[in-house]
C-alpha cells in the first residue's frame, strides 16, 4: 500500500531564518505531488504541484520553492521566512494529474515570530 | 469560474442520527468529486472520490451521491458516532485541469 509521510511536525522559526518541509511517497513510482498551505480560517491553497523529477509549477508568487530531487521525494523550502509564511503546511499525491484521488500527508505547522 | 459552497458551516447533532452534508458547484462540467474529513491538527482524509459518470460511491457508513445536472454532491453518514466529529470538505476537479477548487468545509459535531 501506498504511504506519505512529512516532516517535521511541528516547527517554530524566527522571521528571516531558513526553511525545509520534507515529504516521501512510498510504495508508488512516478507521482503527482503537490503542496498545500492552509491558514488559520481560510481555504487549501496550491502552492507548488510537480509531475516529475525536476518538474515543479508555482501556483502562487511568494516567498517559497519547491524541489523534487527524487521521483517521491517533494521539498518545500524558502531562503528567509516572513511572518505571513505561518501556517499548516500539507504534502499530497496523485497516480494521475487528471483524475486520481488525492492523498495527504499529515501536516506540518509552522509558526514564524 | 467554479465555486464551491459547503452549507452549513458547522452542524451539531446527537449520537446515532442519520445525517447528509452538502456541496454545491456552480459549474457542471466537473471531472471528479472528492471528499475528505479533516481533523484538527491534522491533514486531510479521503473518504470518497466520485468519477463524472457515476452517482454515487459507498464505503461503510458513507455514501456520497453526485448530481452533476443540479450541482450537487451529498455526504450521508449512517448511524453517527462521537468519532465522527470532524471537519468535512468536499473539491471539484475540473475536466483538464490539476486544480481541484475546494469548499470551505462543514464543522460537524456529534455530541454522546
Known amino acids: 500500500s501506498q504511504t506519505i509521510h512529512q516532516w517535521p511536525a511541528t516547527l517554530v522559526q524566527p522571521v528571516g531564518s531558513p526553511l525545509s518541509l520534507e515529504c516521501t511517497v512510498e510504495g508508488t513510482s512516478n507521482p503527482n505531488l503537490y503542496w498545500y498551505r492552509q491558514a488559520a480560517g481560510r481555504g487549501l491553497q496550491l502552492l507548488f504541484y510537480?509531475?516529475?523529477?525536476?518538474?515543479i509549477s508555482s501556483e502562487v508568487p511568494q516567498n517559497l520553492s519547491a524541489s523534487r530531487p527524487q521521483d517521491r521525494q517533494f521539498i518545500l523550502s524558502s531562503k528567509k521566512l516572513l511572518l505571513s509564511d505561518s501556517g499548516f503546511y500539507l504534502c499530497?499525491?496523485?497516480?494521475?494529474?487528471?483524475?486520481?484521488?488525492?492523498?495527504f500527508g499529515e501536516g506540518s505547522r509552522l509558526t514564524v515570530l | 469560474k467554479q465555486e464551491v459552497t459547503q452549507i452549513p458551516a458547522a452542524l451539531s447533532v446527537p449520537e446515532g442520527e442519520n445525517l447528509v452534508l452538502n456541496c454545491s458547484f456552480t459549474d457542471s462540467a466537473i471531472y471528479n468529486l472528492q471528499w475528505f474529513r479533516q481533523d484538527p491538527g491534522k491533514g486531510l482524509t479521503s473518504l470518497l472520490l466520485i468519477q463524472s459518470s457515476q452517482r454515487e460511491q459507498t464505503s461503510g457508513r458513507l455514501n456520497a451521491s453526485l448530481d452533476k445536472s443540479s450541482g450537487r454532491s451529498t455526504l450521508y453518514i449512517a448511524a453517527s458516532q462521537p468519532g465522527d466529529s470532524a471537519t468535512y470538505l468536499c473539491a471539484v476537479k475540473m475536466d483538464s485541469n490539476y486544480q481541484l477548487i475546494w469548499g470551505a468545509g462543514t464543522k460537524l459535531i456529534i455530541k454522546p
Open positions: 499530497a499525491w496523485t497516480r494521475t494529474v487528471l483524475g486520481g484521488e488525492l492523498f
Open positions: 510537480s509531475v516529475g523529477i525536476g518538474q
